[in-house]
Structures are given as C-alpha cells and as structure tokens.
T-cell receptor, first 116, second 113 residues
C-alpha cells in the first residue's frame, strides 16, 4: 500500500490477556516508530527501529511491552498481561533512511486498544 | 532533537487566516521544522516542513525567522475541518541524532463559524 498500514484498527481485550499490534511501514522506509496516545494526551514515544541497528527501547513503559521488526519491514508490538491503563491508540510511523535530507515521517491511522 | 514550545490553544474564525506560532530557540543547523496536525481519532497528518526559507504548499505556508528560532504555520483560509491539534517538531536530517522524535502537547486550533 501507499501508506503506513496498521492492524487491527480496533481491539477490545480482557485484562490479563496478551495482544499483538501489527505495522506495515511504507515500502523502502528503514526507520519505524511506535507511539502511544492515551485519550486527550500527547504522543508518547515507545520504540524506534533503524535498519539493522539495535532498537531504541527507551520509551517502553514496562517489561510487559516488547516489539520486533522482522526482515527490516513489518513490526509487531506485543503487550503481555494487559492492564486497563494500557488502553490507548497505538500509532506506528515510518521514515526514509538517515542521510536523506528533510525526509518526512508518515503515520498510520493507529490501533485503538481497549482493555476491559 | 530540539524542544519546541507552542501555545496550548488558539481560536480562529472560519475563512480567516490561522497563524500558529512555534518557538524552537535551540534548533541546530541541520534540523528541519516540521508541522503535523491530528484530527480527532486519526493519525497525525504531515502538513509542511522547511529548513531556512519560507515554504508554501496546497495546505499551508511556513514562515521561519531569519535566526530560525521560531516559525509560524499559516492556514490562509481556515475551515471548520481545520479544527485539530497542530504539532511543531524539529527533526535532524540524519546522522547520529536520527532517533526518536519528541512531540510536545501541540496547539489545539478551534475554527468557529
């Protein structure tokens, strides 16, 4: 597709269950970001992947959160033992490789997670 | 990436120009100014970006001061659909600072009839 694709668009899960959120970045983009946005709040950085480099995980809120990026393309964000405070929209974004001047970040439409 | 400061909210009458300011006094020479907006329930949408010169596209104009410490996003004829949160961020073009991006709280622009 032409843009960043995320799935599922909406997910309702029971407290304590695990969830997986998927992101398909724009083809050829080597940088991939995950952000979280709680209702009425700003964007909270979670994790950043750049090519084959070790990801920047400094924004992950707890060890229940993990992410991987297979083959430098698709990424999966996993939340284990979900809690109600994990309810938020999870946004994925991608960007061209470093060194490309002024390149733009493109966001997906997000995955809305509700933990009940 | 440099920190930005924006007013928390602004109002604009429909059909008028909306001028959204952003301060980025610690911007570095290789950092671009980017503007995004987020309409409720949607992912952030790219609007415009610039380095030194003023820029214009079909959505907006970007005015960057000569010292690059501040900028203004101009929506020339605001419509009700322009009501959104507007984020100003500065992003390095590349190199070792190519990492996580920090978004502030943005400016909530409300366009009223």
């Amino acid at each position: 597709g032409a843009g960043v694709s995320q799935s599922p668009s909406n997910k309702v899960t029971e407290k304590g269950k695990d969830v997986e959120l998927r992101c398909d970045p724009i083809s050829g983009h080597t940088a991939l970001y995950w952000y979280r946005q709680s209702l009425g709040q700003g964007l909270e950085f979670l994790i950043y992947f750049q090519g084959n480099s070790a990801p920047d995980k400094s924004g992950l809120p707890s060890d229940r959160f993990s992410a991987e990026r297979t083959g430098g393309s698709v990424s999966t964000l996993t939340i284990q033992r979900t809690q109600q405070e994990d309810s938020a929209v999870y946004l994925c974004a991608s960007r061209l490789a470093p060194g490309t001047s002024g390149n733009t970040i493109y966001f997906g439409e997000g995955s809305w997670l509700t933990v009940v | 990436d440099a920190k930005t400061t924006q007013p928390p909210s602004m109002d604009c009458a429909e059909g008028r120009a909306a001028n959204l300011p952003c301060n980025h006094s610690t911007i570095s020479g290789n950092e671009y100014v980017y503007w995004y907006r987020q309409i409720h329930s949607q992912g952030p949408q790219y609007i415009i970006h610039g380095l030194k010169n003023n820029e214009t596209n079909e959505m907006a104009s970007l005015i960057i001061t000569e010292d690059r410490k501040s900028s203004t996003l101009i929506l020339p004829h605001a419509t009700l659909r322009d009501t959104a949160v507007y984020y100003c961020i500065v992003i390095a073009a590349g190199g070792t600072s190519y990492g996580k991006l920090t978004f502030g709280q943005g400016t909530i622009l409300t366009v009223h009839p």
